[in-house]
């Protein structure tokens, strides 16, 4: 089976610009997540889609956003981009949920300037 | 609220030297605990992981007990490799209102022949 797999791996953007993340998950998980991953915070939940539905969501603004279609692929937008949202973004799919075992992608390493 | 403490890096061990890294935590309710490892360049993948107290959790010669009694999750390996080197995670998830995620801040481990 395929793993996760994340596009792009790197991106650079710059203050005020949005970014769309791509997230495609193990083939019949129907549980996608976002993490954000960096040095000062440390792995932190963004939020989680179950078939289509977002179902968690952890504590970040309203600019962090995402969907999931109907092939449990998942996007994530960030819009108006901040030097503080440099950061590597994790993706992880699982069968079930947070709850359970999840298997992560390479991540996304987003470098605002 | 919710949260996971392990025991700051880095960590530096010779080969086949016997290994723990503290996790302990606090939790509302009744968490699942897992160990993920991320090599370095890699994505975080499961180590291992217990759902409820007194779960014994192994992989690849890595240990970990759910010690509801003392809120720990200490993750030890008789003897460790260079291939061990990487940064190790402690996690919990938990159910109340909705699901949650909870990182710690990682421990880096390095071994040295």
């Known amino acids: 089976k395929a793993g996760v797999t994340q596009t792009p791996r790197y991106l650079i953007k710059t203050r005020g610009q949005q970014v769309t993340l791509s997230c495609s998950p193990i083939?019949?998980?129907?549980?996608v997540s976002w993490y954000q991953q960096t040095p000062g915070q440390g792995l932190q939940f963004l939020f989680e889609?179950?078939?289509?539905?977002?179902?968690n969501k952890g504590n970040f603004p309203g600019r962090f956003s995402g969907r999931q279609f109907s092939n449990s692929r998942s996007e994530m937008n960030v819009s108006t981009l901040e030097l503080g949202d440099s950061a590597l973004y994790l993706c992880?799919?699982?069968?079930?949920?947070?709850?359970?075992?999840?298997?992560f992608g390479p991540g996304t390493r987003l470098l605002v300037l | 609220g919710d949260s996971v403490t392990q025991m700051e890096g880095p960590v530096t061990l010779s080969e086949e030297a016997f290994l723990t890294i503290n996790c302990t935590y606090t939790?509302?309710?009744?968490?699942?605990l897992f160990w993920y490892v991320q090599y370095p360049g890699e994505g975080l993948q499961l180590l291992l992981k217990?759902?409820?107290?007194?779960d014994k959790g192994s992989n690849k010669g890595f240990e970990a007990t759910y010690r509801k009694e003392t809120t720990s999750f200490h993750l030890e390996k008789g003897s460790v490799q260079v291939s061990d080197s990487a940064v190790y995670f402690c996690?919990?998830?938990?159910?109340?209102?909705?699901?949650?995620?909870?990182f710690g801040p990682g421990t880096s481990l390095s071994v040295i022949p």
């Open positions: 992880a799919s699982s069968t079930a949920g947070i709850r359970e075992t999840q298997y």
């Open positions: 083939s019949g998980h129907r549980s």
């Open positions: 889609y179950f078939s289509e539905t977002q179902r």
């Open positions: 939790a509302t309710g009744y968490p699942s």
């Open positions: 217990a759902t409820k107290a007194d």
């Open positions: 996690a919990l998830s938990v159910q109340t209102s909705y699901d949650k995620v909870i």
